[in-house]
């Protein structure tokens, strides 16, 4: 993403690979993340539908799982595909149309393998200064998108930047949102950032990371400290289900 809500650059492949073409295969090593704690049966969160979305930085769960969402898509990783493949990780895609529609079989690959997809806006623009018509825009026509790409259409919706207000979240209820997911943990290179005084994951924690050339180094940190934990990997779509 980019200061001010611009769109991204053209999206890379990342790992040593070039834009063009299938994606190599990359099978992962010794070297690769440890395993996670093997993820409970689900016992669902329900989230109140109301005409203003519900805006969650955690889940209030007191199974031991973690939640990660990816935000984004102009970098699209071999390694992250292969090792998908390989442990089927339900972590959740925030992807911008802008940036899925340069190889939107990359996605869909990735979706096979156990990633959910959810909305992220059109263009990624900070919502919070737009109009009320532009800011559903932005949601509602990136969900339909996403719907006809990928088989099933979004629930959750992350805002680019954080940005929310009571604008943002009538209009995500508008196009049928279950939340607008933020986050309580950050990973960027390498290191995992937390709200004050903390150390460690907890149970309910939603981590955000994007799709960067660091996805290995981030994803490699962010599941080294999950299994650190004894915590989970869970999917954000299995557990936010819709509450009356």
Not at 14 to 20: I, N, R
Not at 100 to 128: F, S
Not at 150 to 170: C, E, I, M, Q, S
């Amino acid at each position: 993403m980019t200061p001010g809500g611009q769109q991204g650059p053209a999206p890379v492949l990342s790992d040593g690979a070039v834009p063009a073409g299938p994606l190599a295969e990359s099978t992962p090593t010794a070297q690769d993340p440890p395993t996670t704690r093997r993820a409970p049966v689900v016992v669902p969160v329900a989230v109140p539908a109301t005409r203003l979305a519900v805006t969650l930085s955690r889940v209030g769960t007191s199974q031991q799982v973690v939640f990660l969402g990816v935000d984004d898509g102009y970098v699209r990783s071999r390694w992250l595909l292969a090792l998908e493949r390989q442990r089927h990780l339900p972590f959740t895609a925030f992807l911008t149309n802008a940036a899925w529609r340069q190889d939107p079989g990359y996605w869909r690959q990735l979706q096979a393998a156990g990633v959910g997809i959810e909305d992220h806006t059109l263009t990624h623009p900070l919502l919070t200064g737009l109009a009320p018509t532009q800011v559903r825009r932005q949601i509602c026509v990136a969900a339909t998108a996403d719907t006809a790409a990928f088989g099933r259409r979004p629930v959750l919706f992350r805002p680019p930047y954080g940005g929310t207000n009571a604008v943002v979240r009538r209009a995500a209820a508008g196009c049928g949102m279950r939340a607008v997911v933020l986050w309580d943990v950050t990973v960027n290179r390498g290191a995992l950032q937390y709200v004050a005084g903390r150390r460690h994951l907890q149970a309910g924690d939603i981590v955000l990371m994007h799709f960067r050339p660091e996805m290995q180094q981030d994803m490699t940190a962010f599941l080294r400290q999950a299994a650190a934990d004894d915590l989970a990997v869970a999917g954000l779509e299995n557990y936010l289900t819709p509450g009356r």
